[in-house]
């Protein structure tokens, strides 16, 4: 580059090489800004671009490990122990559980540990314990033979059994009954399930990765789980931490959520604008990676030219008080009681349940476990405004 133009010189290519239409066999030739370089099927165009557009439109590569899923981000180190500890256990057929709160990836890493695993090209079954029918739980985990119950009007096979060679993931495992775990646990010790209305064993060979939300040590306090599954399942136990605990990834998971949905939409240019990115870092994300990409899909669908700004985003991430992090409210219960202290997290958790239901009263009692009639009252107490 000679400042206003290219030096160009073919070095004997069989085509040659065309500038502006001209041929060049031997000699060196200016190209200058504006004309087009043709080199067989290739042309490249000479255009001066500032060193700020340079920088604006280098690729940023999304950091990610080896072998990883598409859209798997892992730029926090916490989350790279996660992963890394995953990688270990897929060369194994260990039983994994996978905790952490509701929406930070914990199918991706089941799923990931699958596709890290010699399992890889069987079946990967998810099961949503929390939505299983109790009275079908068994049913639907096991199988059933025809007869066993009415409706049965033929033999079923179960996940357990579709999932055999390969891994059955069962997300929310803390949902299950006492009896369904315990037929579990018998299929996790014989390595086979025994189908509703059948005293036959069919032999299974899957690996089982649970998850769940809850606190399975305390559910096992309160009788609500078995202790000898707790025991069997969790052999190799990961915690993904929450959205908020890694900020660096916020912003990497916005824009590759800004790309995957943006591409049907007929953006190849996704960006997020400063006052969007400072917003998504700013806001507390009670339900995690999944809610950043609910609000980026929200996002895509309302910008006109595939740029993300802040009025895109939901509306229910503007209000203040969601976009406070717990932590700071309890800044100022330093030196405050125990009970203080609860109640400052009794609140930020009624409000996280609120805002996730977008006002729904009764859906948000039901996430927080508790009857509505106490909800009324917490909100009454507290002075949460809708």
């Not at 790279?80 to 199918?107: D, Y």
């Not at 049965?152 to 059955?168: H, S």
């Not at 040590?217 to 000898?228: K, P, Y």
Request: net charge positive; glycine share 8%; hydrophobic share 40%.
């Amino acid at each position: 580059w000679e400042g206003s133009h290219l030096l160009v010189e073919d070095l004997g290519s069989r085509n040659g090489t065309l500038i502006g239409g001209e041929s060049l066999r031997s000699a060196r030739r200016a190209a200058r800004v504006g004309e087009t370089i043709r080199l067989a099927s290739a042309e490249i165009t000479i255009a001066l671009v500032s060193p700020q557009t340079a920088r604006d439109e280098t690729p940023k590569r999304v950091p990610s490990l080896d072998g990883a899923l598409p859209g798997v981000v892992v730029a926090d180190p916490s989350l790279a122990r996660v992963f890394g500890f995953a990688r270990r256990v897929a060369r194994t057929t260990t039983t994994a559980l996978i905790l952490g709160e509701t929406g930070v990836g914990k199918e991706v890493v089941a799923q990931q540990i699958h596709a890290w695993s010699a399992r890889s090209p069987q079946g990967f079954i998810r099961v949503n314990c929390a939505a299983l029918p109790e009275s079908l739980a068994e049913s639907e985990l096991f199988g059933h033979e025809r007869g066993a119950f009415t409706g049965a009007d033929k033999r079923k096979i179960g996940f357990a059994e579709a999932a055999n060679g390969g891994t059955l993931f069962l997300d929310e495992i803390g949902e299950l009954t006492l009896p369904v775990q315990g037929k579990l646990l018998s299929m996790l010790e014989n390595r086979a399930v025994v189908r509703v209305g059948s005293t036959s064993e069919t032999p299974v060979d899957v690996r089982v990765i649970a998850a769940t939300h809850r606190d399975l040590a305390q559910h096992v306090a309160d009788g609500r789980f078995r202790e000898d599954l707790y025991y069997r399942i969790g052999v190799a136990v990961m915690r993904v931490p929450p959205l908020r605990s890694r900020p660096q990834e916020i912003g990497l998971l916005a824009r590759v959520f800004a790309e995957r949905f943006g591409r049907p939409l007929g953006y190849l240019d996704t960006r997020i604008d400063a006052d969007a990115a400072a917003l998504l870092a700013s806001y507390h994300w009670p339900g995690n990676v999944r809610e950043l990409r609910n609000a980026i899909e929200h996002a895509m669908l309302l910008t006109e030219d595939g740029t993300v700004r802040k009025e895109h985003l939901p509306e229910t991430m503007l209000q203040p008080a969601l976009r406070a992090e717990p932590k700071a409210a309890h800044a100022s219960t330093r030196g405050a009681g125990v009970k203080e202290q609860l109640a400052e997290v009794e609140q930020a958790a009624i409000i996280d349940a609120l805002r996730l239901d977008a006002g729904n009263r009764t859906r948000a009692a039901r996430r927080l476990g508790i009857s509505l009639r106490s909800l009324l009252y917490k909100i009454e107490k507290y002075r949460i405004s809708d």
